[in-house]
């Protein structure tokens, strides 16, 4: 018999960790399970023929909200295609509606609640081994003689008998490696589904440390850690911090989901001491309004997130994520604008923007006609409307939403963004402008090159007619550079051919020896190649000649390394 797992995932370089814990908790019959993913920028007919040519005896699903209409649509196809062929799904998707999503797909047998490595492993005994009944398998909902059966809920795990996953790492070279430590969560937030299950439990230390030092000796790129709240228990994550820390290998990188506010002096100290990127953190602040945080159940103190994030920024080692919720209770657009300006001000490495999603099982659901929410219907069921924001300000924050991202979270307008933002009242006013005035340039959904995107600020900058003497060009060209030896030269920069002659002489001498280190292979014409000197400056006798280093980046964004070597250029 032929059992097909399918994952859909977000993006090609995610790895599907549900997917693969399911065939390694059924180790016995994994000759007989093959795991399959795919993404959801791949077409719904390519998934289907592929499906289709495995020739299996049975598929199940792996649901999450960013996939489940095309789930959906496959199931649909698959069921014409394949009527006698049982479908299951399983994920969080689909768990806390396992009825409604089986009234909506006919074609679908059955849905795994919650924790799946034991229901798959008794439904694996009921259709490879042909024992036990359906009935007697706690943790599904499934059909029968046309009616829907519900054996309830399954008792959680002991997460020590979840299996390690990863054996031969070439099966996820280029991936985002996933990986956990705990199941549960200890808080209580109403937009979330992790806050459902209070039973916190953690995976042994030894069980831990032994499978860090895998990712470790693999030279693995990424490691993301899927625990909720991962410094829930500081003792758990002093030592797996301390692990990774002594066995450093330069390479990999751990990201951590985390509570800002309950770090202590120890653990900061601790964190600021390790590698500039072994590890990065997450940390979802979601709303600075009161009775927000209030009304989404979530325990927050603001001033003490601001001062940890400050301390843990000032050891300039480790890249923090911020997250703001737009479309929560009580929060209108100016209150959105508040949390907007404050969080802006804990300087994120990142600073996303997301919108509320009404998720079945969540508080938020049950409480979505009392905040007057319209949200869509179908996944990702993301908010319209409240009672305190319209879906005109909704489309005013996607707008704010969009520029973030470009300006302000790629790295590539860095020392630009900076500057210009001092000249506004707030952050928040900036972006606004100029998400609106990106939309005016951005019919149809156009796609913007990068150098049109640097294009594009400058003409909104030119637009403001700002008093102040500030070298705009020079600003973007360096920002330009800073990420990328572009091999094209922007149109907004000035033209240096006049200084080709002295920068080549700079690097035929000898002082350049001194200057780029790691580079004692390459001549003067490669290193001129692997390079980039720009030349800053108005005034002809008051020019800087700065260098970027591309092999020596900051391990936090990227950038390259600057060198001034006005001193060694012979003028």
């Known amino acids: 018999m032929k059992i097909v797992l399918a994952a859909i995932n977000a993006k090609y370089i995610h790895a599907n960790l549900a997917v693969c814990s399911l065939r390694a908790f059924s180790d016995e019959y994994k000759e007989q399970i093959q795991v399959k993913e795919y993404t959801i920028n791949q077409y719904t007919e390519d998934i ?53 999503c089986l009234e909506r797909n006919p074609g679908v047998t059955g849905v795994i609640r919650g924790e799946g490595e034991e229901t798959f492993h008794e439904l694996m005994q009921y259709y490879i081994d042909g024992s036990g009944k359906l009935e007697d398998i706690r943790g599904i909902v499934y059909r029968e003689n046309g009616q829907l059966v ?23 070279k280029n991936k985002i490696i996933y990986y956990e430590t705990s199941r549960g969560c200890p808080f209580s937030c109403s937009y979330c589904l992790s806050s459902i299950d209070k039973r916190l439990r953690f995976r042994s ?16 790129n990424q490691v993301k850690f899927v625990d909720r709240t991962f410094n829930c228990n500081k003792k758990h994550a002093m030592e797996i911090w301390s692990y990774i820390k002594k066995h450093d290998n330069g390479v990999t990188n751990f990201h951590f989901e985390i509570a800002a506010d309950p770090m202590t002096e120890e653990e900061i100290a601790l964190i600021s001491d390790m590698r500039p990127g072994l590890i990065q953190l997450e940390i979802g602040v979601q709303s600075t309004n009161e009775k927000t945080l209030e009304a989404i159940n979530r325990k927050t103190d603001i001033e003490k997130i601001a001062e940890i994030t400050e301390k843990i920024h000032h050891g300039g080692n480790i890249h923090q994520h911020l997250d703001l ?27 996303q923007l997301g919108f509320l999603k009404v998720l079945y099982g969540s508080m938020m659901k049950e409480n979505s006609e009392k905040y007057g929410m319209a949200y869509s219907g179908r996944a990702p069921y ?12 909704i489309l005013k924050l996607k707008e704010v939403e969009a520029v973030v991202e470009i300006y302000y979270n790629s790295f590539q307008f860095e020392n630009t963004i900076r500057k210009l933002s001092e000249l506004y009242e707030s952050p928040f006013e900036l972006y606004e402008q100029l998400g609106s005035f990106y939309q005016r340039h951005s019919e149809n959904g156009e796609k913007h090159s990068r150098v049109k995107r640097y294009e594009l600020l400058l003409n909104f900058i030119k637009k403001r007619n700002f008093e102040e003497n500030i070298q705009w060009e020079e600003l973007l060209t360096k920002d330009f550079y800073l990420r990328e030896n572009a091999k094209s030269r922007p ?29 004692e292979d390459y001549d003067s014409k490669q290193l001129e190649k692997m390079t980039h000197v720009e ?37």
């Open 150 to 172: 519900d054996n309830g809920w399954r008792e959680v795990m002991d997460l020590n008998k979840v299996p390690f996953v990863y054996e031969d790492m070439n099966d996820f």
């Open 205 to 220: 230390l030894d069980l831990v440390k032994k499978e860090l030092q895998f990712f470790i000796d693999n030279n693995t």
């Open 382 to 393: 993301e908010v319209l409307k409240t009672k305190w924001v319209s879906f005109d300000d």
């Open 491 to 519: 149109g907004f920069s000035k033209n240096i051919e006049k200084y080709k002659h002295q920068i080549r002489e700079f690097f035929k001498g000898e002082e350049v020896r001194t200057i780029l280190m790691d580079y």
């Open 535 to 571: 030349v800053f400056g108005i005034n002809e006798d008051n020019l800087t000649y700065i260098l970027f280093d591309y092999k020596h980046r900051n391990p936090l964004n990227k950038q390259a390394k600057l060198i001034n070597i006005t001193k060694q250029i012979k003028r």
């Open 325 to 351: 919720i737009a479309g929560l209770p009580y929060e209108n657009y100016e209150s959105f604008k508040r949390s907007f300006d404050q969080v802006y001000a804990m300087k994120p490495d990142q600073f």
């Open 48 to 100: 289907l023929a592929d499906l289709y040519k495995e020739k299996a005896d049975m598929v199940a699903f792996s649901c999450y909200i960013w996939n489940m209409g095309m789930v959906e649509e496959l199931t649909e196809l698959l069921h014409q295609i394949r009527p006698d062929m049982p479908i299951w799904f399983g994920g969080p998707e689909v768990s806390y509606d396992a009825a409604e």
